[in-house]
């Protein structure tokens, strides 16, 4: 076979080209002709058992909700085995899972996971938000940490099923525009301390009450950032950056700890000798700026090195930055699309020289979130917010998105959840 052609910088592992890419090098079997010796993930056999103990729900923001410790009354789970392939999927009370001491995820971080939000729409109605690129993307991260693939459109219609038995319940109609939060996870549940790609994995989701961060008790009016020190760095090229994988997390912690303790609210981390411009905390990190040539430009960083996440925020952005701000919109100035490599120093010229217009983080948990300061080894950056707690292109943004997930605004992103009764 021809060697593979390295991905395009611009190119997103979440589309068709990318996964396939993605699959051919870490689980050929899901390439239609390959084998097929064992039972796939498959939601159509999933089996039903009901708590017999529902629990009350919390009110929003609530301590209950702040706390992030409550979760929905059900999880579903999947238990694969190298011999056996995919057991059936169970829908059952949510509880305690049973490991065993050696479990290979507990040593040696064979663990991956999603990030998603279900919304209820200010129509009535629950949604996800683009829930198949989640479910690709967890295929990326659990492959890249040796964990078995599956096809992502049966996770897809395991985190449906999920949604239409609780969602009704835990987000109820009487409170349209909130949500819960969805954690996809998957462990290497292996009890065999051996090295080694484990033989035995557990799927499953759960459903977690979730404060809303982007109003009133989050980070506003605009977020604070610290930039990483040169002793940390949170990705690397051959590294794991892209891949939503435990391991990324933990060694990330102490940072931002130190970052909190010291009144920012996350970390801009920074690679390489020119300090590159990669992400802030566990969101993809964009700025509007003008050239020195007068025009307009949205930059964020590329995909191409895999040091940064895929995020389905920031395709969303991108895409609809693209389609929506290239002169259409009266109000604001058409802005040029740029997925490059940017570095600090970049940042801090326009900054200096007044030509920084904004900046934002954006990702599932945080949302849009606009920034108001960067420091950097001292140098503290004053971020323009041209509307006040938000820059202008962050804000129109933020509510095309908020249209699409709560229903305002029909849209293909946006997948309408049929509940149970
Ligand atoms: C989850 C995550 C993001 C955001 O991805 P979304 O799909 O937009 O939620 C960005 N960066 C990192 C490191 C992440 O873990």
Known sequence: MAPTLEAPETTSQLVNDGLKRTITKTAPSLIPNGVHALPELDASRLTTTLTSHPRSVPLPDSDEVKAQRTCTDHMVTAQWTLSAGWAAPELKPYGPLSLMPTSSCLHYATECFEGMKLYRGFDGRLRLFRPSLNCRRMLVSSTRIALPSFPPAELEQLIIALCARDGPKWLPKERPGSFLYIRPTMIGNDPALGVQKPKEALLYIIVACFPN??????????????????????????????????????????????????????????????????????????????????????????????????????????????????????????????????????????????????AFAAGTAFFIAPIAAISFRGKDLKIPMAKGDTGAYAGAIKTWLMDIMYGRCQHEWGVVIEEEE
């Not at 590329?302 to 395709?315: A, F, H, M, S």
């Not at 919109?329 to 030509?355: C, I, N, S, Y």
Request: glycine fraction near 12%; charged fraction near 30%; charge should be negative.
């Open 213 to 358: 961060m982007s109003a009133g008790t989050g980070p506003k009016p605009g977020m604070k950032l610290l930039a990483s020190q040169e002793d940390m760095v949170r990705a690397w090229p051959g590294g794991f950056g892209y891949a939503k994988v435990g391991a990324n997390y933990g060694p990330s912690l102490l940072a931002q700890g130190e970052a909190r303790a010291k009144g920012y609210d996350q970390i801009l981390w920074l690679f390489g000798e020119d300090c590159e411009v990669t992400e802030a905390g566990a969101s993809n990190f964009f700025v509007v700026w003008r050239t020195r040539e007068g025009g307009l430009q949205l930059v964020t960083a590329p995909l191409g090195e895999k040091i940064i996440l895929d995020g389905v925020t920031r395709r969303s952005v991108l895409e609809l930055a693209r389609e929506r701000l290239s002169g259409r919109d009266e109000e604001l100035e058409a802005v040029e699309v740029v997925e490059r490599k940017f570095q600090m120093h970049e940042l801090v010229e326009a900054v200096e020289e007044g030509r920084l217009v904004e």
